[in-house]
């Protein structure tokens, strides 16, 4: 399947980031003049005779909407084209659709999303492929565990929950010596705050649920890749198993991604005056923030981050029972497993989004029974503190 074309006319492709992020993939609508790129809610096209079409001719292999949103994504990040998912989820599965056979072996970093770890240990492996998970912050992890069959290194930086860093810049060095392709899950921080292109990766992978739509408003995922033939597989295997995403949903991602590099620099600078308040509270045993000046990577996070984004965590002095009654006690604060939006949401990894990782592996990597994850939002600072200071009973 060929890479859907992109309908927008303008000359934009060496303009600054934000621009593109309001511009790329779009024009004017042809027929009004709509300044939005029209939602179009179809399921098939009128072809003119056998063999031509306009570029589009079932709303399962691609969709218009969709492809403005692929295109402004890609642009973004100086590729030709994002490929566009249902959800993360489904990005995540045509990526390893798209790269691996049965006896194939991946290596990943040991702290990912707990669904990411739930795709590989209880679906992939029923089909003969085999994962290692190790701390890829460090090198020598990465090396003493390739093996012949090792076809992939996938990687999330920061990773979800602990913050983790990994350095992408150096991982690519070791894939690329290994003719491996690096992936990098660069979901918590987007092009707005680093660059995996820029530091070596071949593959970056997205849940735009998250930051990239940043208003709760819709579920998605993203695929983008230095090598067009990499996109071509990404395009086949998401026609042949349809996890293409809505136009709706597309539509509305257009709009909030306009103001993404704007949300990502307020979303630092309020997670920053969060962390600092949380580091002096006296039930407060930790508190991991890439942008605190104690924090184990610093050096890596300075050099590898444009800013730090809006997620950190922090880990009570109570453990299990404090975290709960936490957790019940916020009133500003949603509750909620999602993360990345204009709302503050807390998060207990231990009981919610990381379940499907088993205890002994979640303490392992740092996943405490009393760790809980704050994706700081756009409110105003002291509201999010004040309602911090008071779930502290």
């Avoid at 179009?40 to 403005?68: C, L």
């Avoid at 995996?196 to 695929?223: M, Q, R, W």
């Amino acid at each position: 399947m060929s890479i859907s074309k992109s309908f927008s006319k303008k000359n934009i492709e060496n303009c600054h980031f934000s621009t593109l992020s309001i511009h790329a993939g779009c024009e004017p609508d042809p027929v009004t003049g709509s300044i939005l790129t029209p939602i179009y809610q179809t399921a098939t096209y009128v072809q003119e005779a056998i063999g031509q079409h306009k570029g589009y001719t079932y709303s399962r292999s691609s969709n218009p909407t969709v492809s403005a949103l692929e295109k402004r994504l890609g642009l973004m990040e100086q590729v030709e084209t994002a490929v566009c998912f249902a959800t993360g989820m489904a990005a995540t599965t045509t990526l390893f659709l798209s790269l691996l056979k049965s006896g194939d072996h991946i290596i990943c970093s040991d702290v990912v999303y707990g669904g990411t770890v739930r795709l590989i240990e209880q679906v992939l492996k029923k089909f003969g492929v085999s994962a290692s998970f190790v701390d890829t912050s460090q090198l020598e992890n990465i090396k003493k565990t390739l093996q012949k069959n090792t076809q992939l290194i996938f990687i999330e930086t920061p990773a979800n929950p602990t913050l983790k860093l990994t350095d992408i810049a150096k991982v690519a060095d070791i894939a690329h010596e290994n003719n491996i392709p690096l992936v990098v899950d660069n979901t918590f921080l987007t092009a707005a705050l680093q660059k995996p292109f820029e530091l070596g990766a071949d593959i970056v992978l997205y849940s735009t649920t998250k930051y990239i739509d940043g208003h709760n408003a819709t579920v998605g995922g993203a695929l983008l890749a230095k090598n067009p033939e990499l996109t071509e597989k990404f395009y086949f295997n998401r026609n042949a198993v349809g996890s293409i995403q809505s136009p709706f949903d597309a539509w509305l991602i257009l709009q909030g991604v306009k103001t993404l590099e704007l949300r990502l620099l307020k979303h630092s600078e309020n997670a920053l005056s969060v962390a600092h308040f949380l580091e002096n509270h006296s039930q407060v045993a930790a508190v991991t923030y890439p942008g605190l000046s104690n924090f184990s990577q610093s050096e890596l996070a300075n050099k590898q981050h444009i800013n730090h984004g809006g997620m950190l965590t922090f880990e009570v002095t109570g453990g299990y029972e404090q975290a709960v009654r936490f957790m019940n006690s916020v009133k500003l604060c949603a509750l909620a497993e999602n993360l990345g939006a204009v709302e503050t949401i807390i998060t207990h990894p231990a009981s919610m989004t990381h379940v499907p990782i088993p205890k002994e592996q979640r303490l392992a990597i740092g996943i405490a029974d009393g760790l809980i994850r704050l994706s700081v939002g756009l409110e105003n600072a002291n509201d999010i503190i004040a309602d911090l200071n008071q779930a502290f009973v």
